[in-house]
């Protein structure tokens, strides 16, 4: 057995729902009949930190002196409460076995990216008795470089590192929100590969890591300026001039307008606690500005693939059957709300 102790560290961190994922699918690992070393989370934390010192230091302690509130059950983490009711959300999700039929886009025709990871990182095949894993959010992704971490694929170039391991020996690195957005991308039917078009509103640690993975992958690049712009790095032979783009996703701008008349589809990258049944929030996630939910889920699982357990990759739920889990696991948090 492996005992996961779980993170996410940056400041706002109170409504993040990957400790709900992480819970999520370890749980899908643990019901699954071939794997022989399960996984079981030790605990979750929600880490309120400004400097990348403070998120390590709890990577070391693994304890919160003053745990906060989580937004979907105004109870701090570690506290009873908010352990019975992530225990209730897992009741329902562990009986959902197929995605919900509004979320279940097939993929099969599109040729899918291969993610650029350094070949000669490798990680280890099998958890260990006691790991730890931790995802960095704003404003801590640009602040990790140390020769003691293993960069896995070119976080620390692009000074964006956002989901980290710990085996056992030693810290690993990747940064996932570029891949998750490639994914999300091809979940909504555009061939990255093929060379399609993504507009990047805005800058900063997820703009460059979404701007790499989308070169490397295969993708051309429109740049639109917002509050910060991206600079010159790996992607640059990638950017186009062009009114035309398949997808956009602004990260900092709230002053941009999107064209009306353009068919492009919208990802954002942000969300926010939802209302109403799992029908109308589904809903809401198949809308043409498709929710933060989406990337995050992508992500969630690109940490799984990369980092965490990428011994069992083909035992991982899809997009859609994750997405599906979510919903249904936060409906059941609103009703105790």
């Not at 002196?65 to 009873?80: C, L, S, V």
């Amino acid at each position: 057995m492996a005992e996961v102790y779980y993170g996410i560290a940056g400041k706002p961190v109170s409504h993040s729902i990957s400790p709900l994922l992480v819970s999520i699918v370890a749980q899908h690992l643990e019901q699954n009949s071939k794997i022989k070393q399960k996984f079981e989370v030790k605990s979750l934390n929600l880490i309120e930190a400004d400097s990348i010192q403070d998120a390590l230091a709890w990577g070391y302690a693994k304890t919160i002196p003053n745990p906060i509130n989580w937004d979907y059950t105004g109870a701090p983490f570690g506290k009873f409460r908010n352990r019975a009711l992530i225990q209730k959300a897992l009741e329902i999700t562990g009986d959902i076995i197929q995605e919900h039929d509004e979320l279940n886009l097939d993929t099969s025709a599109l040729k899918t990216a291969n993610f650029p990871l350094k070949r000669k990182a490798k990680l280890p095949s099998k958890a260990f008795t006691e790991e730890i894993w931790l995802n960095l959010t704003t404003p801590l992704k640009h602040q990790l470089n140390s020769q003691a971490v293993m960069d896995f694929n070119e976080s620390s170039l692009i000074e964006s590192v956002n989901v980290l391991r710990w085996d056992g020996h030693g810290w690993w690195s990747s940064n996932v929100d570029g891949c998750g957005v490639v994914r999300c991308a091809e979940l909504f039917g555009i061939e990255v590969t093929s060379g399609a078009t993504l507009a990047i509103v805005g800058g900063g640690g997820a703009a460059r890591s979404t701007a790499y993975a989308w070169s490397k992958s295969g993708g051309k690049l429109k740049l639109i300026s917002g509050r910060r712009e991206i600079d010159d790095g790996p992607w640059s032979d990638s950017i186009i001039e062009t009114d035309s783009y398949d997808m956009i996703i602004n990260f900092d701008s709230k002053d941009f307008t999107q064209k009306s008349d353009t068919e492009a589809i919208i990802l954002s990258p942000s969300y926010d606690v939802m209302e109403g049944t799992v029908e109308q929030r589904i809903q809401k996630l198949v809308s043409r500005v498709y929710d933060g939910r989406w990337m995050l889920v992508a992500q969630h699982l690109e940490c799984w693939k990369q980092l965490w357990a990428p011994q069992y990759i083909d035992e991982l739920p899809s997009i859609g059957l994750l997405m599906t889990k979510l919903i249904h696991a936060e409906t059941v948090l609103a009703s105790y709300a």
